[in-house]
């Protein structure tokens, strides 16, 4: 069965380093691979979309990878600060839907610590 | 320009009563989608619906919950008979298209509570 999995313990930085969490798929062939953050009562805020054809994206101190051979993305944040503390899930598009239909990973927590 | 509104953010209810979440989408958009997420859980898709149209519903249990989306108002997530499973957190999201290739826009969700 498809199958999406992420850290499911806290990354713990010091502000300043880089963040780096890890979305592993299998079963899965997708187009289009997504990072969403999440804060604690709120809805999933997008952040980047990459697609299957492109190896990096970047968005000021975020960047993401995506590796179709690996069955992975890897999503880095920057020079951290307290204010990037969230949960970060990633998703994909289900194969053959012809719609939007996502599946989320569960999601690594990140806390920054000052 | 307002985001995905959803409402009411908490919701209680006793076992055996009916829930009725809504969500109104960003404006312009027209694909709405449902999603529950369980505490240490991932959010898992439950319906995608168009204006008048369930396009799929493979997501949502196959009794007890039902969803719309009418020409004219919000689209409503209805759970009838609620049980003490139902508590979750229950996430609105919308697109102005159909394809992957753009995000979903996602309210900050109702918090349904069973007693």
């Known amino acids: 069965s498809q199958k999406i999995e992420q850290n499911s313990e806290a990354l713990n930085i010091q502000e300043g380093k880089t963040a780096t969490l890890t979305c592993n798929y299998t079963?899965?062939?997708?187009?289009?691979l997504q990072w969403y953050r999440q804060d604690p009562g709120r809805g999933p805020v997008f952040l980047l979309l990459?697609?299957?054809?492109?190896k990096e994206k970047r968005k000021e101190r975020l960047k993401v990878t995506f590796d179709t051979t690996l069955k992975q993305s890897l999503f880095h944040i920057t020079a951290s600060q307290p204010a990037d503390s969230a949960t970060y899930l990633c998703?994909?598009?289900?194969?053959?839907?012809?719609?939007?239909?996502?599946?989320f990973g569960t999601g690594t927590r990140l806390l920054v610590s000052p | 320009n307002a985001g995905v509104m959803q409402n009411p953010r908490h919701l209680v209810r006793r076992r055996g009563q009916e829930a009725r979440l809504r969500c109104s989408p960003m404006?312009?958009?027209?694909?709405v989608y449902w999603y529950r997420q369980l505490p240490e859980e991932g959010l898992k898709f439950m319906v995608y619906?168009?204006?008048?149209?369930?396009?799929?519903e493979s997501g949502m249990p196959k009794e007890r919950f039902s969803a719309e989306f009418p020409k004219e108002g919000p689209s409503i997530l209805r759970i009838q008979q609620v049980v003490r499973g139902d508590s979750a957190a229950y996430f609105c999201?919308?697109?102005?298209?159909?394809?992957?290739?753009?995000?979903?826009?996602f309210g900050d969700g109702t918090r349904l509570s069973i007693l």
């Open positions: 999201a919308s697109s102005p298209v159909k394809e992957s290739n753009q995000p979903q826009h």
């Open positions: 079963n899965y062939s997708p187009a289009y």
């Open positions: 998703a994909l598009d289900m194969e053959n839907t012809g719609f939007q239909k996502l599946v």
């Open positions: 404006k312009g958009h027209s694909h």
């Open positions: 619906l168009q204006k008048e149209n369930i396009i799929d």
């Open positions: 990459i697609r299957e054809n492109e």
